[in-house]
């Protein structure tokens, strides 16, 4: 079945540190991948996403590229902030078209401090 | 709406008691989705509407839990019996088609004493 791997957490940073979440997932096909982030007290929202190979979804100044030759999807950011401080959930949908619903990793939390 | 509303926000309920917790998705979003965030588990997939088609029903854990979703819109997602371990956040999430992006509500905290 399809599985998503996150790196083990909480991971705390200072401002304007480096951050990198690993995610791996196994899938058949050719799943879409996705970063959702939560931030504290409110929902899930989606950060990026990409749907094919070599793809690299970015925003917010983080990115992430679909490697299907290593099956990752890991985040990065080059310069964090305060505010990016929440939950990451990497996660994946299936590519066959014949179901829409959503896998997800256990999630990580980052704490950026001042 | 402007977005996925769920209601209650928080519940807490004794153990063995029926629960219902309620979706309003965005307006116009033809597909529907339940999750459940646990400590243990992380965030499970549920259930799943789209259109008028048949509900996938593979991630309900078992008989004690059933969803809803009347008129193509509002869903109500029901636990029988409550025990402790349905204690956890249920998220509901919407996309205007199968395959889009989904978005997701602020969620239901559940608590079963």
């Known amino acids: 079945g399809n599985s998503v791997t996150q790196m083990e957490g909480p991971v705390t940073l200072s401002e304007e540190a480096f951050l990198t979440i690993n995610c791996t997932y196994t899938?058949?096909?050719?799943?879409?991948l996705f970063w959702y982030v939560q931030y504290p007290g409110e929902g899930l929202q989606l950060l990026l996403k990409?749907?094919?190979?070599?793809d690299k979804g970015s925003n917010k100044g983080f990115e992430a590229t679909y490697r299907k030759e290593t099956t990752s999807f890991h985040l990065e950011k080059g310069s964090v902030q305060v505010s990016d401080s929440a939950v990451y959930f990497c996660?994946?949908?299936?590519?066959?078209?014949?179901?829409?619903?959503?896998?997800f990793g256990k999630g990580i939390t980052l704490s950026v401090r001042p | 709406g402007a977005g996925v509303s769920q209601s209650p926000s928080n519940k807490v309920t004794e153990k063995g008691k029926d629960v219902e917790l309620r979706c309003d998705p965005i307006?116009?979003?033809?597909?529907l989705y339940w999750y459940r965030q646990s400590l243990g588990q992380g965030l499970e997939f549920l259930i799943y509407?789209?259109?008028?088609?048949?509900?996938?029903k593979s991630g309900l854990p078992s008989d004690r839990f059933s969803a809803e979703r009347t008129g193509g819109s509002v869903s109500t997602l029901t636990i029988q019996r409550t025990q402790q371990e349905d204690s956890a956040v249920y998220l509901c999430?919407?996309?205007?088609?199968?395959?889009?992006?989904?978005?997701f509500g602020p969620g239901t905290r559940l608590t079963v004493l």
């Open positions: 899938a058949t096909g050719y799943p879409s």
């Open positions: 307006s116009g979003h033809t597909a």
């Open positions: 509407f789209q259109g008028n088609s048949a509900p996938d």
């Open positions: 996660a994946l949908r299936p590519g066959d078209g014949a179901n829409s619903k959503l896998t």
């Open positions: 990409a749907t094919k190979a070599d």
């Open positions: 999430a919407s996309s205007f088609l199968a395959g889009d992006t989904q978005y």
